[in-house]
């Protein structure tokens, strides 16, 4: 299967990469193709929106993430939000303006979630979504993954950016939803 990998996210463009090895898809790059305004009020809708024009754009089927980190303590936010928090343009000043919106809060709980969606040509869908848990931290820890990880803690006191990339996938909310993917093309016919 001839896939486009509909983000711009570069993070993200390594993520699919190691997580669809061993598929046998051939992933196509999106190019300088830019993605359509995310207007929708879910993850799955903003997914769905990129993963559809980026699939009528080239022809291909299209897979697309749309992502958020979800602080309890601030009600959720940023949530749908996520990738332009306080108007932030970069990941770390968005984890600075995240460290200063929580500073003093004693609730840390926090949660990663991911949506995939699988656009195909004739306006077939597919969706997959994963979740992870875990604890706001102090400060930034390590120097892997992207946007939210150095500050996102896990069970065992490491924070994302901590993680090998297959360690990443295995406990990440991105890699539950391709664990999801995965199972529903390599167990069964494409559904
Ligand atoms: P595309 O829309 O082009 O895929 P994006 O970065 O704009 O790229 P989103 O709209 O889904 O993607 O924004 C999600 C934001 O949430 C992202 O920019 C990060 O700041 C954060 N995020 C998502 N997944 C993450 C992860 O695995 N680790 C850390 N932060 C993550």
Do not use: C
Not at 16 to 43: H, I, K, N, R, V
Not at 46 to 60: C, R, V, Y
Request: hydrophobic share 35%; no cysteine; proline share 6%.
């Amino acid at each position: 299967l001839r896939v486009v990998v509909a983000t711009s996210n570069l993070g993200k463009v390594i993520e699919f990469e190691e997580a669809l090895s061993g598929l046998g898809w051939q992933l196509e790059p999106l190019g300088d193709y830019s993605l359509p305004e995310e207007t929708g009020s879910t993850y799955a809708e903003n997914a769905m929106i990129k993963a559809a024009a980026a699939s009528l754009h080239t022809g291909l089927p299209a897979l697309a993430d749309d992502s958020g980190l979800e602080v309890a303590a601030l009600g959720g936010e940023p949530g749908l939000y996520s990738a332009r928090f306080g108007n932030r343009k970069d990941d770390h000043e968005r984890n600075l303006y995240l460290l200063e919106r929580t500073r003093n809060v004693q609730d840390r709980r926090a949660k990663f979630i991911s949506v995939l969606v699988l656009a195909y040509p004739d306006g077939h869908i597919e969706e997959y979504r994963g979740e992870v848990d875990g604890q706001l931290l102090e400060g930034p820890r390590g120097v892997g993954g992207f946007g939210y990880d150095p500050l996102f803690g896990l069970p065992d006191g490491r924070s994302m950016a901590q993680l090998s990339l297959e360690e990443k996938r295995a406990v990440g909310h991105r890699g539950k939803a391709f664990d999801a993917l995965k199972k529903a093309h390599v167990d069964g016919p494409p559904p």
